[in-house]
């Protein structure tokens, strides 16, 4: 499951930063994920909790914030909403865009103790 490993890399980057910042365990994490990111929010909480147990994140809460789709067409030179990453543009139907955004996911914010 392509989420587990999203969700790992989260746990790691939490506690390297623990070290860093001295924190004892993570409350809560924003995430912003891409719409085109093929990145399920349902399946990313799931993981979350299987993941974190034991770790430092052990119930921390997951926020997640879904970043719109949008992509520039170099054709009529738009930037145009997109809901599927392999959207052709809407207005000349110029195929391919340009991801200009909501193709990642990443950590907005996190609350520590
Ligand atoms: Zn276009």
Do not use: N
């Not at 390297?16 to 990313?44: F, N, R, T």
């Amino acid at each position: 499951m392509h989420e587990m490993s999203l969700c790992e890399a989260i746990i790691e980057t939490a506690e390297k930063q623990a070290s860093i910042q001295q924190y004892k365990s993570v409350k809560c994490i924003h995430l912003e994920i891409g719409e085109l990111s093929c990145v399920e929010a349902e399946a990313m909480h799931f993981a979350f909790d299987a993941v974190a147990k034991g770790s430092i994140a052990d119930g921390a809460t997951l926020h997640i914030d879904r970043v719109p789709g949008q992509g520039w067409c170099s054709q009529c030179e738009a930037k145009v909403k997109i809901k599927q990453r392999y959207d052709a543009c809407p207005i000349c139907e110029f195929y391919p865009l340009d991801i200009r955004q909501g193709d990642a996911m990443r950590i907005k914010d996190m609350e520590v103790i």
